[in-house]
C-alpha cells in the first residue's frame, strides 16, 4: 500500500482528525500566501497632537496590519547655550496603543536619551489582525535648559518575522498533531520502555520548572537585566558578523564591553538567534528558561538512572533536583543564567566521577559525561567550575587506592583532554586577558564567606520565603534551603547508613552502601560549607592570601548549595534503590513523599513568588538605551574607568586645530594640518588587541591609554585621511578556536564510527542466516 492509499484509510477511520488537519493546512496556507504580499511602512503623523492632562502629547490613529515592524524614532535633544554638551539622561518616552484591538497589539515602552539623536524598537501586530487606530503617545521629560524636538516616527515591516511566524505556527502545529495521535487515535497508548512514571515525572517537572514564563511579562531577578543585556549584546555582535563573539561593541555607549572574555556566552547564542529572528526580548530569554528546564531534567534523569540502576527512581531525583529550592532561587529570585545554567551539568559531573570510580576499564559512555559536563559547566559559570573542580578532587583523594589504577587514570586524563579541547576557545582568551589586562575586578580580594552563611534553621527549613528583603543574619531572605525533601532524603540516607549491615550480603549492595556514605560525607561537608558555622574568618588570617583569594572566589558561602542538592539527587537514587532491596514497600513510600514534598515546596514558592515579585517587559527592547550602565557588567571595565566618560560617543583631539569626525564601524576622519604629532582621543574603552589602520596607505597608527582609560590615537603632521579602529584577536585566540573545532568533530567522527561499528555485526550475522538457509534449500 503507496502512502497516498494509507493516508486516505487513515483518513476514513479519524475523519475528526482529518479535519483538524485540514485547517492547519488551510491557515498554513494563507500565512504563505500572505508573506508575498507588499512590505507595510507607516510614518506617524506628528502634526496636530493631542495634548493630555498629564502633559504627555498623543498622535493621530493610524492603521497598521499583521506583522513584525521595527520602529525608528528621529530627534533632537540639545541646549541651546551650550550645543557641546551631551546628556545621557532619558528626554521622553514613547508607547503605541489601540483602544479598539489591545490584544492584537504587542510592544512596550520606548525610551530616547539625550545622548542620541536616534532610536530604534520592535512592535508586533497578532497573527491575522488588523489594528486600526494605532495610536502614539509621547511622554517628555527634559532636563533644565534642554530641548527636545520629536522629527519622525516610522514603522518598517520586517519580512524575516514572516518566516519566523511561519516556521513558529508549523511547529504549533506539529506538536499539536503528536499530542492529538497521542491521546485520541487508535487503541490505547503503548507504555514507553521506561514506564509512565517516569514520563509524567520528567515532563511534569519540566511544565512546573517553566510554569512562571507563561505569561506576557517576566518577573524581576537580581541579575535578570544584566543577562538579558548580554542576550541582546551577543544578538547585535552575531548580526554584525562576530563570531565567536569577543567583544559587546554597542555596550556603555559604544564604547565597548569586553564581557564575553570573563563570562561566557555560548549558551546565549540560542537566545540571541531567536532574536536576531525578530522575536521579542522577553520571549527569547522564556524559550531559553524552558530549553534549560528541559536540559536540567533530561541530563539529571540519564545521570541518577544511572548511578542507580532504577529509571523510576532515577526520575523521582531528577524530578527533585530540577524543582529544589535552590535552584528555583537561582532561576527566579536571582535571574542567575550563568549558574542555573552550570546546574545541568552537575549530574553528568557527578556520573562521571562514579562511573570511572566504579569501572575496572572505562569506556568513553563512562568518562565522556565527566568531560561534556565540565565543559559545559566551564562554558555557563566559572565559580560553580571551582566549587565542581575543588568536590572533584575531593572524590579522587577519597578514593585514591580505586582511583590510581592505570585504566581508571587513562580515563580521567581523557575527560581532562577532551573538556579543555571543549572548552579552549573560552579558556585561552579568558586566562591570557585574567593576566595582561587589568579590570575592575583584578585586584579586589573576595570579600570574607562567614557572613553569607546560611543559619541551620534556613538550611533545613521545609519551606522558604520568596521575598528578596535584606534582613540582618538572614541573607537577603532568599529560600536558601534543601527543603522539606531535602530533609526526607536525608532521614533516608541516615536510616541505610544506621542498617549498614544489611547491605554487606552481595558485592553490588555493599559497593552502592560504600557509594551512599561517601556521598553523605561530601554532601554534610558541602552543607556545612555554605553555613555561617564553618570558619571562614579563620582560614583567612591563617592561609596564604594567594590560597585565600583561590578559596573565597565563591563570593558567597551558600553557592555551595549548588553541589549538595546534586549529591543529595545522588543520595536520592542510591538510598531507593538499597531501601528497595530490602523493604520494597519502604522505598516506594519514600519515592512518593519525596515527590510529595517537592510538590507542596513549589506549591507554596509559586503562591508568594507570583504575588510578591515585581514584573517587567522586554518586548520593544532594540536599542542599547534600555539598558542601564548598571546592568552591563561593571566588573569588567578596565581598572578606573568611570561612568561619566561615556556622555560623550565622540571623537577629540587635545590640539584644537585638529579636526575629527567619529563614523559608525570604527572610522575617524582625521585631519592635522600642524607640524607635530597629534593624540586623537576615541570613544573606545582601552581593552587589548585594537587596531588602528589608515585606510589609504595600510599604516598602522600607534594606540595609547589615555588617563579616561580610554584609547588614544597618535596621527603624524600634516596628516589627512581616513582611519579604521578595530578589534583584532590575535592569531593564538583562532589557535584556540581550531582546537575546540578538531576537538568537536573528533567526538563526532568517534560517535559515528561506534554507531556503524554496533551496526556492522548484526548485518553480517543477518547475511549469513540468508546465505546459510540458501544453501539448505
Excluded at 552591563?632 to 566618560?645: E, I, K, R, S, V
Aim: hydrophobic residues 45%; contains cysteine; aromatic residues 10%.
Amino acid at each position: 500500500m503507496n502512502a497516498t492509499a494509507r493516508t486516505r484509510a487513515f483518513l476514513k477511520i479519524h475523519p475528526l482528525f482529518g479535519a483538524v488537519f485540514l485547517v492547519e493546512l488551510l491557515f498554513l496556507a494563507a500565512l504563505v500566501a500572505g508573506a508575498f504580499r507588499p512590505l507595510v511602512e507607516v510614518s506617524v503623523p506628528l502634526d496636530g497632537m493631542t495634548r493630555q492632562e498629564d502633559g504627555s502629547s498623543v498622535s493621530q490613529p493610524v492603521t497598521l496590519p499583521s506583522g513584525g515592524y521595527r520602529v525608528t524614532v528621529s530627534y533632537e535633544a540639545t541646549y541651546p547655550h551650550d550645543p557641546n554638551r551631551a546628556d545621557d539622561g532619558t528626554v521622553a518616552t514613547l508607547s503605541f496603543a489601540s483602544a479598539q484591538n489591545p490584544a492584537a497589539l504587542q510592544s512596550d515602552a520606548i525610551t530616547l536619551t539625550g545622548n542620541r539623536s536616534t532610536v530604534t524598537a520592535r512592535l508586533w501586530v497578532g497573527t491575522a489582525a488588523t489594528v486600526e487606530d494605532l495610536t502614539l503617545t509621547v511622554t517628555e521629560t527634559p532636563a533644565e535648559g534642554q530641548q527636545f524636538s520629536l522629527q519622525s516616527v516610522t514603522l518598517t515591516e520586517q519580512p524575516i518575522w514572516r518566516a519566523t511566524s511561519l516556521v513558529g505556527w508549523l511547529l504549533l502545529f506539529a506538536v499539536a498533531d503528536w499530542l492529538l495521535s497521542l491521546l485520541f487515535l487508535g487503541d490505547s497508548p503503548r507504555a514507553p520502555r521506561c514506564g509512565w512514571g517516569v514520563v509524567l515525572l520528567v515532563a511534569g517537572g519540566i511544565v512546573l520548572a517553566s510554569l512562571p514564563y507563561c505569561a506576557d511579562f517576566l518577573y524581576t531577578g537580581h541579575d535578570l537585566r544584566f543577562h538579558c543585556y548580554r542576550i541582546w549584546a551577543v544578538a547585535q555582535a552575531l548580526a554584525d558578523g562576530q563570531f565567536p563573539v569577543r567583544l559587546f561593541t554597542d555596550g556603555f555607549n559604544g564604547y565597548g564591553a569586553a564581557t564575553p572574555l570573563y563570562y561566557c556566552d555560548l549558551f546565549l547564542y540560542i537566545p540571541a538567534l531567536l532574536y536576531n529572528a525578530f522575536l521579542p526580548l522577553q520571549t527569547c530569554y522564556q524559550l531559553y528558561v524552558v530549553l534549560v528546564n528541559a536540559a536540567t531534567m533530561l541530563a539529571a534523569y540519564y545521570s541518577f538512572s544511572r548511578i542507580g540502576g532504577h529509571r523510576l527512581y532515577g526520575a523521582v531525583a531528577a524530578f527533585a533536583y530540577t524543582l529544589c529550592a535552590y535552584r528555583l532561587t537561582n532561576l527566579m529570585l536571582r535571574g542567575s543564567v550563568g549558574e542555573y545554567t552550570a546546574m545541568v551539568f552537575l549530574p553528568l559531573v557527578a556520573l562521571g566521577a562514579w562511573a570511572i570510580a566504579r569501572q575496572d576499564r572505562p569506556a568513553p559512555r563512562d568518562w565522556l559525561p565527566l568531560a561534556l559536563g565540565m565543559a559545559g559547566i566551564v562554558q555557563s559559570h566559572l565559580l560553580t567550575t571551582e566549587l565542581a573542580a575543588l568536590f572533584l578532587a575531593l572524590f579522587w583523594l577519597c578514593n585514591l587506592p580505586v582511583m590510581v589504577r592505570p585504566a581508571r587514570l587513562l580515563a580521567a586524563c581523557k575527560a581532562v583532554v577532551v573538556a579543555v579541547g571543549l572548552s579552549c576557545w573560552f579558556l585561552l582568551p579568558c586566562l591570557q586577558t585574567l593576566k595582561s589586562q587589568k579590570v575592575m575586578i583584578s585586584d579586589v580580594h573576595p570579600s570574607p564567606l562567614q557572613s553569607t552563611g546560611t543559619y541551620l534553621i534556613q538550611l533545613l527549613g521545609f519551606f522558604g520565603t520568596a521575598g528578596g528583603s535584606s534582613g540582618p543574619g538572614t541573607t537577603g531572605d532568599m529560600p536558601l534551603t534543601i527543603g522539606l525533601a531535602g530533609c526526607v532524603v536525608l532521614v533516608l540516607a541516615l536510616w541505610c547508613c544506621v542498617r549498614r549491615g544489611a547491605w554487606q550480603h552481595t558485592l553490588e549492595s555493599r559497593n552502592r552502601w560504600l557509594g551512599l556514605r561517601g556521598s553523605l560525607a561530601l554532601c554534610l561537608l558541602a552543607l556545612w560549607l555554605s553555613t555561617t558555622s564553618f570558619p571562614w574568618d579563620w582560614l583567612a588570617n591563617k592561609l596564604p592570601q594567594t590560597l585565600v583569594d583561590i578559596l573565597l572566589k565563591p563570593q558567597f558561602s551558600w553557592r555551595y548549595l549548588a553541589v549538595a542538592v546534586v549529591l543529595l539527587g545522588v543520595i536520592t537514587v542510591t538510598a531507593l534503590q538499597l531501601a528497595e532491596s530490602a523493604a520494597p514497600r519502604l522505598a516506594q513510600g519514600m519515592a512518593i513523599a519525596v515527590v510529595a514534598a517537592t510538590l507542596l515546596y513549589v506549591g507554596v514558592f509559586y503562591s508568594e513568588y507570583a504575588y510578591r515579585q515585581d514584573t517587567i517587559t522586554l518586548i520593544s527592547t532594540e536599542t542599547v538605551t534600555d539598558f542601564p550602565y548598571e546592568t552591563m557588567g561593571y566588573d569588567y571595565l578596565p581598572a578606573g574607568a568611570d561612568f561619566a566618560t561615556f556622555a560623550s560617543s565622540e571623537a577629540s583631539a587635545e590640539n584644537p586645530g585638529v579636526t575629527v569626525s567619529w563614523q559608525e564601524n570604527g572610522v575617524l576622519e582625521c585631519e592635522n594640518p600642524s607640524a607635530q604629532e597629534a593624540a586623537v582621543d576615541l570613544p573606545l574603552l582601552a581593552y587589548q588587541h585594537y587596531t588602528a589602520v589608515d585606510t589609504a596607505t595600510g599604516q598602522t597608527l600607534p594606540l595609547t591609554e589615555n588617563e579616561s582609560h580610554c584609547l588614544q590615537v597618535t596621527v603624524p603632521a600634516g596628516y589627512r585621511g581616513t582611519v579604521q579602529v578595530r578589534y583584532t584577536p590575535p592569531l593564538l585566540w583562532h589557535g584556540a578556536e581550531a582546537v575546540t573545532l578538531v576537538t568537536i568533530l573528533g567526538l563526532l567522527g568517534w560517535a559515528v564510527y561506534t554507531t556503524r561499528r554496533r551496526q556492522r555485526p548484526l548485518h553480517h550475522t543477518t547475511v549469513r542466516k540468508v546465505e546459510e538457509e540458501t544453501v539448505h534449500v
